[in-house]
């Protein structure tokens, strides 16, 4: 009630006081009022839409934002008139009194002197000692002492009305007030009125001692509220502060009126803007949730869809607190602690889930739904908002920086998504407080330097490139490594204390953790070797250690963490290829180093190394890869043979049910591959170092069938070879071809899915295609060998025969090209099939064959 009488009282004076401007004042435009009352729907699109909404109303207001707020500010200036007739040379005004003003200065100076009254005794307190003793000595039938007192009184009173404030009842005890000083008594406004205030206070206690010349100008509250509005506005376009402090300031006006909404949002709204540039983060949150509960909760939740004034009103209230807490405070401004706000937030989610209408809303809406996500649940930090903004906003750049790649996009804006992206999830890391959340955001980190490296190295600076692979230790791997190793140590008991949410959610964080390191580890190590010149011993030795220390870094981690019996939790099925994988690296990178330095101990340790991954993987060319090695340096053990090493391959259970066709346990191209390099070993079939074998046997063809050199006439020299040998020979040639058209474009299209980092999937036919005509191919080379063969027994059973011996021997040789051509296509067949299965196995976290891998391991040992 006690609210209602005062804003009867407030209108009755709003009306009854008549509006003072002065003749050369430029009027504030009325066409920014309802432009302000609704500029709430602008200030949470950010700074270039709500500069192009006020470019466009000042054309149609025809006056500047600043002049409008210059105006009103001219009028706040002076919020009393004085009406007067006298002057005093300057001295009577409005918040000045001069003699003037006395119209019974006896009868006033009498009521101080015996102090009759609380404000007579109030104001005589007020007195300076040297203004009391001339009230007190004062000789009333003196004439000239009483009018130098009466000086003294207007000096003092037009000090006191400035400094002191009469608005306490206790003091108004006895004073008869109007409405009018009623109304100003209990809404005081702000200090510009304070004056005013006195001054009505005190001429209503002595109203025939002192004159009533002065009128009061009250501004609407509607009027304080819009001037808010518009320097909070200017704040938000220019980013100066003095229009947001002016505005806080200001806001007091109506700090008795937030009871209504519109008033509760400009009252908090420009403080909790003040809170993040102040970075206080406890005033913010206090004032964010006041937004909250006083202006988007005010009442029961609206009816979703509609769009009646009060439901948009609303609805643009909560998505300016969300616009607040979401990317003025965290992301623009990194202000942390503000973890007391994850419940607002979660209930803004469900709220605007169906009031989301406008693109820009629903933009909006999708961020905060995301947000929410890692608020809770397997990727979440036990409800901190901070780190869930961050995490959410890092994620997208992510998502955002992929989408670029995959559109081969490059420059600027794409090195711009990379660098903030990683700033966000560090921001994430350093804002976790759980190991869930640490987990999160280093493997999420990890990752994305994994991309940069990767798929960036063409696009981002080379300095940044190499900063990403000099500090593995320190800011990448190692912090991923610390992380897991506290994780692992818990794995048998105490996992709960790490506040995981349950263990399905701790081992998926630690292998994913892992899987973020194991590409990271062999991304390093194939940095430093596309960089190494295998020909320039200075190159590989600055080269040679920093990949060497990569990839034992993996190795270490496997061999340290992988128990004999698999029995870790922690450690993904993935892990087990990709420790074959920096086994074969490693045993490249010593026979690299053994090139430059005959030390046995190099060629040694390659040996061990791809033994040790032949035993893990062997579905791959390194088989051929061992024979090849031990046939140029004999490796000293009866149990290193080559013949030796396929028995202990083949004996394991998990590869001979690959050998056996069970699908359960291989694809075709996987037995196909590992059947191919057994069958090498075993029949000692070795790729030729001769690239011209098929020019080589088109060239023997013709020199055959033309009888050359026999003849010299053009002519088949009599006697030579069958031409159905011959024409089979031309067939096989076409064949060869034709495959090696097949295999160039299936090594382009694998040369391009590997650059991207994609997924080879449309190498999959062309592999089919391949594994399908090597069958072909080796059918003809068995019939043209076959058909060597039997031609090269009939020339030497017959006496009488007519075939040159250097026809014989071109036959011969015809044969062993036709097998060393079969073997060089089937290799680089074979090489496509496998370098496509490697590259699926490296990038994947969960491929079928990563189990098989895994059961072999622990059945080979």
């Known amino acids: 009630m006690r609210v209602i009488r005062i804003l009867l009282l407030v209108a009755l004076i709003t009306c009854s006081i008549p509006f003072f401007a002065y003749a050369a004042d430029s009027a504030p435009a009325p066409g920014w009022d309802q432009v302000l009352d609704r500029i709430y729907s602008h200030t949470w699109r950010g700074r270039a839409d709500l500069a192009d909404e006020i470019k466009r109303y000042q054309s149609q207001i025809g006056q500047a934002l600043p002049d409008y707020i210059a105006a009103w500010d001219r009028r706040m200036a002076a919020p009393a008139v004085y009406t007067g007739k006298q002057t005093d040379n300057g001295s009577c005004g409005p918040f000045r009194y001069c003699a003037g003003d006395f119209l019974d200065a006896r009868g006033f100076i009498v009521k101080l ?84 205030i006195n001054k009505t206070i005190i001429a209503e206690a002595f109203p025939a001692e002192l004159a009533r010349n002065f009128k009061c100008v009250l501004q609407k509250d509607e009027t304080y509220r819009r001037v808010v509005a518009a320097r909070t506005v200017l704040y938000l376009q220019t980013g100066d502060r003095k229009h947001l402090d002016e505005a806080v300031v200001l806001s007091d006006a109506f700090a008795n009126k937030l009871m209504y909404t519109d008033f509760a949002f400009w009252y908090y709204y420009p403080r909790a803007l003040a809170d993040i540039e102040n970075n206080n983060s406890i005033a913010f949150q206090s004032d964010a949730y006041q937004i909250l ?25 909560a998505w300016n607190l969300a616009d607040l807490v979401l990317t003025r405070a965290i992301l623009e ?17 469900s709220r605007s889930k169906a009031q989301a209408i406008t693109d820009r809303e629903k933009g909006l809406l999708l961020f905060i739904i995301d947000v929410r ?25 992510s998502r955002l920086l992929v989408q670029a790649l995959d559109a081969k996009q490059s420059g600027e804006p794409v090195i711009s998504l990379f660098n903030e992206s990683r700033q966000y999830l560090q921001l994430a890391n350093n804002w976790a407080g759980t190991w869930q959340g640490k987990a999160t955001a280093v493997t999420a980190k990890l990752e994305l330097v994994n991309m940069g490296l990767a798929r960036m190295q063409d696009i981002l600076p080379q300095s940044d490139v190499a900063a990403l692979a000099a500090a593995p230790d320190k800011e990448n791997f190692g912090m991923a490594l610390a992380l897991y190793r506290g994780m692992a140590e818990r794995e048998s008991g105490g996992w709960e204390r790490l506040r995981f949410a349950d263990r399905k959610v701790y081992v998926d964080s630690a292998q994913n953790l892992w899987n973020a390191m194991r590409r990271n580890a062999l991304l ?53 290829f990709a420790y074959a994988d920096a086994l074969k690296r490693l045993s490249r990178l010593e026979r690299t180093l053994y090139s430059f330095n005959s030390n046995m101990q190099l060629h040694n340790q390659s040996v061990d190394l791809l033994l040790k991954a032949i035993a893990v993987y062997p579905y791959d060319d390194s088989l051929s890869e061992y024979a090849t090695l031990s046939r140029n340096i004999n490796t000293g053990s009866v149990k290193t043979y080559p013949d030796a090493v396929v028995r202990s391959v083949v004996a394991n259970r998990v590869v001979a049910k690959c050998l056996q066709g069970n699908k359960s346990y291989c694809d075709a191209n996987t037995r196909q591959a590992l059947e191919w390099n057994i069958r090498k070993v075993r029949n000692k079939l070795y790729s030729s170092n001769n690239d011209n074998v098929l020019d080589d046997m088109k060239l023997l063809v013709m020199e055959l069938r033309d009888g050359m050199p026999s003849s010299g006439k053009g002519k088949p020299q009599q006697g030579g070879p069958m031409p159905g040998i011959l024409a089979g020979f031309d067939r096989y040639i076409a064949l060869c071809g034709e495959l090696a058209e097949l295999f160039s474009s299936a090594e382009e299209q694998l040369r391009k899915c590997v650059a991207d980092g994609s997924v ?18 080796e059918r003809q080379k068995d019939e043209l ?24 021997e071109s036959v011969r040789i015809l044969s062993n090209l036709a097998v060393d051509e079969y073997v060089n296509i089937s290799d680089r067949l074979v090489s496509v099939v496998i370098q496509r299965k490697l590259e699926e196995l490296a990038r994947a976290d969960n491929d079928p064959m990563h189990k098989i891998i895994r059961s072999g391991y622990y059945a080979s040992r």
Request: charged share 25%; aromatic share 6%; with cysteine.
């Open 785 to 808: 060998v076959a058909s060597c063969n039997i031609w090269l027994r009939q020339q030497g059973q017959t006496k009488a025969s007519s075939a040159s011996g250097k026809d014989m």
């Open 293 to 317: 509960n006083d202006v988007v909760l005010w009442e029961e939740p609206l009816e979703a869809g509609k769009t009646s004034p009060a439901e948009m009103e609303r609805r643009h209230y």
């Open 760 to 777: 080879c999937n449309d190498l999959a036919a062309t592999a089919e295609r391949l594994l399908a005509s090597q069958g072909k191919l």
């Open 113 to 196: 002197q015996e102090k009759k009254g609380r404000m007579a005794r109030s104001i005589f307190d007020k007195l300076s000692p040297g203004a009391r003793e001339a009230v007190i000595e004062t000789d009333l039938a003196e004439q000239g002492a009483s009018a130098k007192t009466v000086q003294i009184l207007a000096e003092e009173l037009s000090r006191i009305v400035r400094e002191d404030t009469f608005s306490s009842f206790s003091r108004l005890d006895g004073v008869s007030l109007a409405p009018m000083a009623t109304a100003l008594v209990q809404d005081p406004k702000n200090v510009m009125n304070r004056a005013c």
């Open 524 to 576: 390093l190590a194939d940095y430093y070797l596309e960089k190494m010149d295998k020909n320039d011993f200075q190159s590989v030795m600055d080269n040679s250690i920093p990949a060497e220390k990569a990839l034992q870094r993996y190795v270490n981690l496997f061999e340290s963490y992988a128990t004999t019996d698999g029995s870790r939790e922690l450690v993904p099925d993935s892990a087990y």
């Open 373 to 397: 996500k890692y608020l809770s649940g397997p990727e979440s930090d036990n409800y901190r908002l901070n780190y869930a903004v961050a995490l959410s906003e890092g994620k997208r750049l």
């Open 333 to 349: 401004k990194k202000m942390g602690k503000l973890e007391g706000l994850g419940p607002a937030v979660w209930v803004l989610g």
